[in-house]
């Protein structure tokens, strides 16, 4: 069964989440991830639900050699004590 949009996005963002700081994830490697435990999923909600990430900046791309999705990154002297 496909995945409503709010289950998609979490699914998405709970990947991001867990491989951050280990493996810096390319759009495409979230989308068979997401195919993979969900084989009836539809390739094009995968993408407007990693848009959906990165315009309420739950997610950001960032780019070294490559695109990936992170989570956004906390600056140094923005940190809270």
Known sequence: MALDKPALVEFIYDLVKNAQGKKQLKAMDLQKAVLKAHP??????????????????????????????????????????
């Open 40 to 81: 009836d999923q539809d390739k094009n909600s995968v993408k407007f639900a990693i848009k959906d990430l990165i315009d309420t900046g739950r997610c950001v791309y960032t780019y070294f050699g490559g695109s990936f999705v992170e989570l956004p990154h906390e600056e140094g002297a923005a940190k809270k004590v």
